[in-house]
């Protein structure tokens, strides 16, 4: 069997996470019944960044009608949806027959003014993600590389495979086609795969110390938190079954259930009840004192004025949608581009198989690093609320950035503009053995 080959950029994956000592940060008076007022300029530049993301909130919606319709159907045709902004519209791949319902919701979508293209796929999206589990968990090679990692195309006809050929011999680097033919076709299952160049994803942390004060009372989205690690709360949680306020975070940032998670000055803000490892998603439920606000702090990061965000909804992330990312340290970061969806990457630390989306910065800056891990991925709608997709998981390291902190060295490790994010619905869904009915949006409704 030949395979496609892709050359891309070689680059080592980590996890966002700061390690080390005792975290103290400035200015961090976030907000605790409604979002704190960000600058004026700053408002200005906000407005004018998110403005493309409310157009392509009802083309983000529409993409979600139809996978949730979709999943209604245990023998779904579905393989994968685009979306485009650029041509304001999605394109669903599906096998077989197009069920009236989906056929329905098209014709609602199209009267609605969004381009929809349909193309028929050779797999559906399950027959393509139980393929590329298997590859990952079987521990195989391709072209005697390890694999780092594997997932479904979006338009169904095939799969993707990562492969960090930097354990290859020098005169051996995939330059030739023949070079992944090692494998195996029991686990490709004779369907065609596209192979890259992927490093194996580490995760790993910096040390730091900080000075300053914390105020805030109640937990939201992006703000700093300490467990095994420095990171960032992703979203607040409520559950109506129990009456109960939690947060999610990343599972690398935890070291266990049972673990007390505090806030930036070591005050204890909750207790870890449950880990999962393939959505890297940790469950916190906040001790009664503390309390949460269903909001995400948007704009910069540590010591700035930051400003909040209600989470008015969420969705799972579609190839071409446009995202924020929101670690606590970095801030606001914009202008993401989903680049792969549903994809089984190994963290090279932790030994565990993740189920991520990769995003790539297209906006010409850096979009996440150290001490970020766990933090907030979303999108706006029209109304300039925020629908949750994620939370960051993995960078790709890059480079140093400029440390956002007043103390400290000028620049920091770490720092990316790409990332592995995980599926909201995974981080909310995996944690139903121990709380159901799991929200992150709109607690009031």
């Avoid at 394109?91 to 609605?112: D, F, M, N, V, Y």
């Avoid at 029991?186 to 994803?201: A, D, F, M, N």
């Avoid at 969806?341 to 190994?346: A, I, L, T």
């Avoid at 620049?411 to 159901?436: D, M």
Wanted: hydrophobic share 35%.
């Amino acid at each position: 069997m030949k395979y496609k080959i892709s050359r891309g950029k070689r680059a080592l994956g980590l996890s966002l996470a700061l390690s080390g000592s005792l975290l103290v940060l400035p200015n961090l008076a976030r907000a605790e019944e409604g979002p704190v007022s960000a600058p004026v300029g700053l408002r200005t530049a906000m407005t004018a960044q998110n403005a493309g993301m409310g157009g392509q909130a009802p083309i983000s919606e529409a993409a979600n009608e139809i996978y949730r319709t979709a999943q209604e159907d245990p023998g779904t045709g579905y393989a994968g949806i685009v979306l485009s902004t650029q041509d304001a519209g999605y394109t669903l791949s599906w096998k077989g027959e197009l069920p009236q319902a989906i056929s329905r919701l098209i014709t609602a979508h199209r009267g609605k003014g969004i381009r929809v293209a349909v193309t028929a796929s050779t797999y559906t999206f399950k027959e393509l993600d139980e393929r590329a589990r298997a590859i990952m968990e079987s521990g195989a090679t391709a072209g005697g590389a390890p694999i780092a990692s594997a997932g479904p195309s979006s338009d169904g006809n095939s799969l993707t495979i990562g492969v960090d050929s930097s354990g290859l011999p020098a005169r051996n680097n995939l330059r030739d086609e023949a070079g992944t033919d090692s494998l195996p076709k029991s686990l490709s299952g004779g369907i065609p795969v596209k192979v890259t160049e992927e490093e194996t994803p580490a995760d790993i942390g910096y040390g730091a110390r900080y000075t300053g004060s914390f105020e805030g009372k109640k937990v939201a989205g992006g703000m700093v938190i300490r467990g095994k690690a420095v990171c960032s709360s992703g979203f607040s949680a409520f559950s109506p079954a129990t009456n109960r306020y939690y947060m999610i975070t990343a599972a690398h940032c935890v070291n266990g259930v049972g673990d007390t998670i505090t806030n930036a000055v070591g005050t204890p803000i909750g207790r870890v009840i449950d880990v999962q490892q393939s959505p890297d998603s940790a469950l916190v439920e906040l001790f009664p004192e503390v309390g949460a606000v269903d909001w995400v702090f948007t704009g910069y990061g540590v010591g700035l004025d930051p400003s909040g965000r209600k989470v008015m909804s969420e969705g799972r992330p579609f190839e071409g949608e446009l995202l924020c990312a929101n670690g606590a340290l970095l801030g606001e970061m914009c202008g993401a581009k989903v680049t792969k969806v549903d994809q089984y990457v190994k963290s090279e630390a932790t030994g565990y198989v993740r189920h991520v989306n990769k995003v790539e910065q297209v906006a010409g800056r850096t979009l996440a690093g150290s001490g970020d891990s766990g933090g907030s991925v979303f999108t706006y709608g029209m109304d300039g609320k925020v629908s949750a997709r994620g939370i960051l998981s993995m960078s790709i390291h890059g480079y140093n950035c400029k440390n956002p902190l007043p103390t400290g060295n000028k620049t920091r490790p770490g720092c990316s503009e790409h990332a592995w994010i995980t599926n909201i619905y995974e981080n909310t869904t995996s944690h139903n053995n121990v709380v159901k009915s799991l929200r992150v949006q709109a607690f009031d409704r």
